[in-house]
């Protein structure tokens, strides 16, 4: 069974609500529908319930009467977001709260927030500034986190299962943001996979091979990460070989290493590399690609390709509940 296969099976037995802030999407109907069908997870639709209803209707959608609507415009949780937004940010005042919580991003963070449901999704229309920027005001940062970033779930043809991160959003992270990265996503990697993550910082040097300020960065924030977050085995800095390739990582690492050779979670140095890495392993290697999925959230809010397809926006959100 592949492994997106038994994350959906996993994911039936959790029971969770996911709001989709952009409703009105088509895709996000086709989704929603095949989410509520195969009993994945229930549906909350943002949006003008007359133009969903027609919508769905037009697309052939046969169980969209059975999903929840809400219009943050005419919602009964308007009042209380409305205070709530007014706690989290001081310096709001209710009529401009007001504005802002009538827009789906932000209604849908705040039912994140509040738990009236487990997760949102958006991304089909909006930019991933703009959902992060969503998340950040509404569900906020996890504790000790200040840096949102990203992952990819990477499926190799003989079942192998890597982490990517950040191959999506920080272009040029320094040291401080780098090691929350790294931090963040082996958190994830520990509660989608169920195993411990063996966390590699990558580079183009491994060990001390090379001298550069680009490798002192990965350098530091080797060295930030292991002191913040003691349970894991974080190593580097490394070639991507010396990290995944134990007779590689025997010739060229000298010293003991936990990770070197058996790593599991891949820490790009910035977004050239990390976004150059992950689509040559895609494309190359023939590997499937699940991502980018948001993290660093304080609860699980997670962004989609404006290009994405029906079957992506499935995955997301089998993903990010897991995240819960």
Do not use: W
Not at 15 to 29: A, H, Q, W
Request: hydrophobic fraction near 40%; glycine fraction near 8%.
């Amino acid at each position: 069974m592949k492994k997106i296969e038994e994350f959906i099976e996993k994911v039936k037995s959790l029971n969770k609500k996911v709001v989709f802030p952009e409703g009105e999407d088509e895709r996000i109907l086709m989704a929603s529908s095949e989410i509520l069908r195969e009993k994945i997870a229930s549906p909350i639709l943002l949006g003008k319930k007359d133009k969903i209803l027609n919508i769905g209707e037009k697309i052939g959608i046969d169980n969209i009467g059975d999903m929840e609507i809400i219009d943050p415009e005419n919602s009964e949780y308007l009042g209380e977001f409305i205070e709530k937004y007014c706690e989290k940010r001081k310096n709001v005042n209710k009529n401009v709260a007001e504005k802002l919580v009538k827009k789906p991003l932000i209604f849908g963070g705040l039912m994140v927030d509040t738990g009236k449901c487990d997760v949102m999704v958006g991304g089909a229309i909006n930019t991933t500034a703009n959902v992060i920027q969503a998340a950040a005001l509404t569900v906020g940062f996890s504790e000790g986190i200040k840096t949102p970033s990203s992952f990819f779930i990477m499926v190799l043809p003989n079942g192998k299962i890597y982490f990517f991160a950040d191959c999506a959003v920080n272009i040029c992270p320094d040291e401080n943001q780098l090691a929350e990265i790294g931090i963040t996503t082996g958190m994830n990697y520990k509660k989608l996979m169920n195993e411990n993550p063996k966390i590699a910082f990558l580079s183009f040097s491994t060990k001390g091979s090379a001298s550069h300020p680009m490798v002192e960065k990965v350098q530091k924030a080797v060295k930030i990460a292991k002191e913040k977050y003691k349970e894991f085995d974080i190593d580097g800095e490394f070639q991507v070989d010396s990290a995944i390739n134990e007779e590689v990582a025997r010739r060229k690492v000298k010293e003991y290493s936990s990770v070197a050779g058996k790593a599991n979670v891949l820490i790009f140095p910035d977004l050239n590399a990390g976004n150059i890495g992950y689509k040559i392993t895609q494309y190359l290697a023939n590997a499937e690609a699940y991502g980018p999925i948001l993290q660093g959230f304080a609860k699980p809010v997670s962004d989609l390709s404006r290009g994405a397809k029906v079957r992506d926006i499935v995955i997301t959100t089998v993903i990010t509940c897991l995240m819960t």
